[in-house]
């Protein structure tokens, strides 16, 4: 079994900055890939940001590109995300997913493991 649990979130204002952490427990070893989605209200659950592990490759939606990193520690399977330039659309319920085996890796269906969330609000 494993478990994600997100940290992090809270209130920031336009143009300021937030990290998220996302803690990974149980049977680790075998994580394919690691990544954020986030869901607005009234909105589908989208892609944020998603990290291969083998590889450490990354990828990005338009909407955060070059405002958002993702990184990780491959020991732990810890992932982040640094959030920088923060805007209201970036309001949301900020989600940590995992895929266990290979293949796909930015959908909201390839993931297969999903922590609770963290909310993240962005005043104007």
């Known amino acids: 079994q494993v478990q994600l649990v997100e940290s992090g979130g809270g209130l920031a204002q336009a143009g300021g900055s937030l990290r998220l952490s996302c803690a990974a427990s149980?049977?680790?070893?075998?994580?394919?890939?690691m990544g954020w989605f986030r869901q607005a209200p009234g909105k589908e659950r989208e892609f944020v940001a998603a990290?291969?592990?083998?590889?450490?490759?990354?990828k990005y939606a338009d909407s955060v590109k070059d405002r958002f990193a993702i990184s990780g520690d491959n020991a732990k399977k810890n992932v982040y995300l640094q959030m920088d330039s923060l805007q209201p659309e970036d309001t949301a319920v900020y989600y940590c997913?995992?895929?266990?085996?290979?293949?796909?890796?930015?959908?909201?269906?390839?993931?297969?493991?999903w922590g609770q969330g963290t909310q993240v609000t962005v005043s104007s």
């Open positions: 149980g049977l680790t070893f075998s994580m394919y890939a």
């Open positions: 997913a995992a895929r266990r085996r290979p293949g796909l890796w930015h959908n909201l269906s390839d993931f297969d493991i």
């Open positions: 990290l291969r592990w083998s590889i450490f490759s990354t």
